[in-house]
């Protein structure tokens, strides 16, 4: 048997993908106000709720559905201002 490793794709741990998400909410909080930003958060939120971990947390779960809730609001709230702001710009 040769001594070739299976490369399987593995999910990063719920800890660090919790502790990236909560990262990323504190640069936005301390003043990073762009949407692409808000749409990693998103994103994070997004792979946290779909780790196969978190089925053995349900009021988990259910914060991190809530947060993705606020967050995907606050990209479409960001990338509308952005989008008045460059029509604005292209009548000055």
């Known amino acids: ?17 919790h502790a990236a998400t909560c990262l990323l909410m504190t640069q936005f909080i301390n003043g990073r106000h762009c949407p692409k930003l808000a749409h ?6 997004s792979s946290l709720l779909t780790h196969p971990e978190l089925e053995q947390f349900p009021d988990s779960r259910n914060m991190y559905q809530q947060l993705l809730e606020h967050w995907q609001k606050v ?12 029509r604005q710009s292209q009548y000055h």
């Open 40 to 45: 990693l958060i998103v994103q994070q939120l």
């Open 1 to 17: 048997m040769s001594d070739e490793r299976i490369n399987v794709p593995m999910q990063p741990e719920l800890p660090h993908l």
């Open 75 to 86: 990209t479409a709230l960001l990338l509308e201002h952005q989008a008045i702001g460059q």
